[in-house]
């Protein structure tokens, strides 16, 4: 599938999250909401990034946005791993790239290629507290995020370019 941008309307997928909730997208209308691929459950960064979420939930909620994440990785692995941290938003497991195919997310050597020759963030991948031998040897899918208006529009989507490349959580929070 083409990658989406501002104005397309989404896929309305139906899924499982990882406690076993049936997530509908159509249920967020009336809703901002961010959706946030990321890569893998045992990518450090990653976790990392899903730890800041966290922190800032409340922030989010009085912002009056929603945030679904997405991993690439079965429910047992995300459990594992990224489903440690307790977050109190739905995490989608996308073992098979189902969702991301549909929302133009790719996997990049080239991404990962340039990730790996960053010694300042492959520094902080493995002093994070998240590292995991197991995640440089997974499909680079690389991560993206998208903020979707109360009519489940496209206001912004981002595609990553590297393994830790998202959008700003300030920059969400601005989002109005």
Not at 22 to 48: G, H, Q, W
Not at 69 to 89: C, D, H, N, T, V
Not at 119 to 141: E, L, R, Y
Request: proline content about 5%; glycine content about 6%.
């Amino acid at each position: 599938m083409k990658k989406l941008k501002e104005g397309d309307t989404v896929d309305l997928f139906v899924a499982t999250d990882i406690n076993r909730n049936e997530i509908r997208l159509k249920s967020f209308k009336d809703k901002k909401l961010y959706m946030v691929f990321f890569r893998k459950a045992t990518c450090p960064f990653c976790n990392m990034g899903l730890q800041e979420l966290i922190k800032k939930h409340t922030e989010f909620k009085e912002k009056g946005i929603e945030i679904i994440a997405i991993f690439a990785s079965s429910r047992e692995e995300i459990l594992k791993y990224a489903g440690k941290q307790k977050p109190p938003f739905p995490i989608i497991p996308d073992q098979h790239y189902q969702i991301y195919k549909r929302y133009g997310i790719d996997i990049s050597y080239k991404g990962m290629l340039k990730t790996s020759f960053n010694p300042v963030k492959v520094f902080k991948a493995m002093t994070g507290g998240f590292f995991s031998i197991k995640s440089t040897f997974q499909d680079p899918v690389m991560p993206a995020d998208f903020l979707l208006d109360e009519d489940q529009k496209v206001k912004k989507a981002y595609y990553g370019t590297t393994y830790d490349d998202h959008l700003l959580v300030s920059e969400v929070l601005n989002w109005t």
